[in-house]
């Protein structure tokens, strides 16, 4: 049994009580960012911060020294600090789960083996000894070593898992694409919906494809539904251009070249036909959501090589150190968590924008949804009493500057306040020009301009004076006072987006440890899947049928009428 000590009720601490008063006094006082600037000339200094490559400006949020200093007094009294080392250290914090929460062992370097222990297992050797095998294997992929059925080298890798087993690997790989050097390229499938599979593998030659089944239960619905469709799809094309006679001989031999499998449940994995000698493994102590620095990003070894995975998981091991070693007043990611902490439950900003200024990074948004919503969505705290307190911040967003002809007018005018991140690179590797304008600046430009109109708006005066008719002048008001942090890079490099996304997965825990919430469970996906177990029999079966809700029975029966 777990250890873990029962969590504050953060609401009950006389920090909870100062920043409530805090807030009370800044708004009273008619607090803004333009007077916050105007006051404090050393105001982006105070608040600026270096971390490799990656520069923060927090300066454009809605505190100030005084604020600060509360949220850190709380992010003391809930233990903050203890929990982090105790989650670095393997304690089981999982606590619903009894399982330790370890995705910090799966980058730090081997000369740390031995360091960090799971029970018997010693999990920085064991992550070694998976890392090397995942090498070895993807420099065989990637030099043609390892063929196809046919002899022919590998080009496409289908990767097929959801959720954390694919969101982070899509994530990254569209995000390093420009590192992408061998020639092969990867498609991601996770929806159950036929349409998915059907219009991936249209564009696949199945004697040049290596499917990579990536699942850590190996249960999943979705994943083993896909995996199966697969291997339908490689032996009966195969099978048609008369490469296999049909035989279960040859299509053993076909499976052994063109699958592999990434899972915990590594019995289940041969069960399906997958050779074990063609199967990487990671561990309980690893989240899904947490995974993509585990066996999980094997893909990304394929496609980027292992040095390129070396610096990404460098990446994720600096902030780690930084997080852990970082005295709270001075440590970004810790600010950074315990900001959005003050947003949500002092002055009701329930939902997050992070918009990345970066087409490469057009599914970070939707990683991040995963990362952050199926940890701190959660009613409960780790010991199974009520919160007391609003949790689980709405993250979304969508890159600049297409999310800004969508719905940044929501951000800049609506009656909600929704405080975003900005995540930006000085270099990109596509330099352009249109005439004498270099497009990139032009881009950055506008990613500038943007945090500027939402932090300090637009006054009525300021319209006027551009001989706006009075009419029109409040609907041309910016208001301003809209909260806002930047994060510019130098580059996308694996070293950049390691770092990036380890800040997120620590934001996310400051924040769940402010809440008191296991961020490491997921039970709340549960009901849904046993419903659809329950309900699709009810399809064709009146007994099943008459089982369900009026509403359930009525959307069945319009299927039925319908369906040709
Ligand atoms: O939907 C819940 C969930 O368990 C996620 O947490 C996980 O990332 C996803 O399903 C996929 O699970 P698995 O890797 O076991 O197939």
Known sequence: MSTIPTPVDATKTPAWAALDTRHNELVSSGFTLKSAFADNPNRVDALSFDLDDLHFDLSKNLVDKTTLGLLCDLA????????????????????????????????RPLSDAGTVMNGEQDCVADVHKTLDRMYDFAERVRSGAWTGITGKRIEHVLSIGIGGSDLGPVMVYEALKPYADAGIDCTY????????????????????????VVSKTFTTLETLTNAREARAWLLESLRASGVLDGSAEQDAAAIKKHFVAVSTALDLVE???????????????????????SAVGLSLIVALGPQRFREFLAGFHDLDVYFQATPLEKNVVALMG?????????????????LPYNQYLHRFPAYLQQLTMESNGKSVRWDGSPVSSG????????????????FYQLIHQGTRVVPADFIAFVNTPNPTRDGDQDVH????????AQTKALAFGKTADEVRAEGTPERVVPARVFAGNRPTTSIFGTELTPHALGELIALYEHITFVEGTVWGVDSYDQWGVELGKQLAKQITPAFHDDAALAEQDASTKALIAYYREHRR
């Open 76 to 107: 003391r009294a809930v233990g903050l600090e203890q929990r982090r080392d105790a989650m670095f250290a393997g304690a089981r914090i999982n606590t619903t789960e009894d399982r330790a929460v370890l995705h910090t062992a799966l980058r």
């Open 189 to 212: 499938v996770s929806n159950i919906d036929p349409n998915d599979m059907a219009e991936k593998v249209r564009r696949l030659d199945p004697e040049t494809t290596l499917c990579i």
């Open 271 to 293: 069960d399906f036909g997958i050779d074990p000698a063609n199967a990487f493994g990671f561990w309980s102590w690893v989240g899904g959501r947490y995974s993509v620095d």
């Open 338 to 354: 315990l900001i959005n902490v003050w947003y949500v439950n002092f002055w009701g900003m329930g939902s997050h924008a992070v």
């Open 391 to 406: 949790t689980g911040e709405i993250f979304w967003g969508e890159p600049g500057t297409n999310g800004q002809h969508a």
């Open 441 to 448: 600046e032009l881009f950055l430009g506008n990613f500038l």
